[in-house]
């Protein structure tokens, strides 16, 4: 249940903490909030409350509860994953993409001021990557491959189990964004070859503010915050034990609503998306397909010729309508997403992109709605623009 008369269509950004997530943390404010490193009998339940978080949140991709490090969310995650592999004296070299989340690109262009090389892949039209590009570009001083399982602006669904693969063939260590994924597609980080993969909690249900990196067993990374013992000495200071219990609960329970969750989704946005491409003159759809299997169920990402996003974005607000511009506006300049760019778009048709993402809360009389609004808003945009 949403805001009365909000249609929030930006579940990429963030989502509703679940009600069963709330009612789990809530006893951890306020009854049991014990210290879990302290030694005496109140703090057993919140330590207990911890484990059992762990293993909640391990058992959706088939990891061991040890193997699952509690951070503050994808962008710590990130930084942890990718500053450790550089500081592992493996090597200097990172092979990442050009579509990654500023939280991989930025860490990368923070490495590189420090010494480290990075090689950023170009996807094709729809955003992917092929194992044959990370392969050629290996290198004998390459300690990181850093793919996204599933890209946040255009749901591109990356060939990861290949290029886990290939990473384990040449013995290099393979990290993977899933923030967008986890718990959205199923992973399985054996069967994947997966060494590293950043986690957030907020974007499957659980509170904002949580997230972890899943490190396998036989990796050995450092610390990226230092001081106390906690996380097995990898990750210190003192837990966040109500969002860690909001997560796991949150992971259970997203999990095992998947299909559903997937099924409600994929039917609305694939409405969505047939409205627009046959409603709209002059709109097309960014990224893959939406019938092919590689696209994120929940995704849809729209460029309409001649409007800029920002103009749309404040109409579509003034009507309640929540979804995301495909640029971001920073001092008043619209800087044309990264990603859309990366996928041949021109600097002027990425600025007149946005981005939809959907929710199983979601229902087709409010797909319906904003299809409506976006053709009405377009419509009298480019009434707006011929009549100067
Ligand atoms: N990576 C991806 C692909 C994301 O979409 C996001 C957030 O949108 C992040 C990382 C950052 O996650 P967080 O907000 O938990 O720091």
Known sequence: MNTPDLIYLDHAATTRTLPE??????????????NPSSAYGFSDRPREAAARARKQCADVIGADASEIFFTSGGTESDNWALTAAVLSGRGR???TSAVEHPAVLRTCAFLEAHGARVTYLQPDREGF?????VENALTPDTCLISVMTANNEIGTIEPIREIGALAKRHGILFHTDAVQAYCHIPIDVKRDHIGLMSVSGHKFGGPRGTGFLYIRKDV?????????????NRRAGTENIPG???MGTAAELSASRLAENTGRERALRDRLV????????????????VNGGQRLANNADFTFDGIRSDALLIRLDLQGICVSA??????????????????????????????????PENTMEEIDRTADALRENIQKMREMISSF
């Open 274 to 289: 047939s409205r627009v491409l046959s409603e709209i003159p002059g709109a097309s759809l960014n990224g893959p397909p």
């Open 21 to 34: 997530a709330v009612r789990a943390m809530l006893p951890y404010f306020t009854e049991v909030y014990g």
């Open 93 to 95: 070299r990172i092979i």
């Open 326 to 359: 495909g640029s971001a506006c920073s001092t008043g300049a619209l800087t044309p997403s990264h990603v859309l760019t990366a996928i041949g778009l021109t600097e002027e048709e990425a600025r007149g992109s946005i981005r939809v993402s959907v929710g």
């Open 129 to 133: 990557l092929s194992p044959e590009q």
């Open 220 to 232: 050995k990374i450092g610390a990226l915050l230092h001081g106390g013992p906690q996380e097995r």
């Open 244 to 246: 860690i219990v909001g």
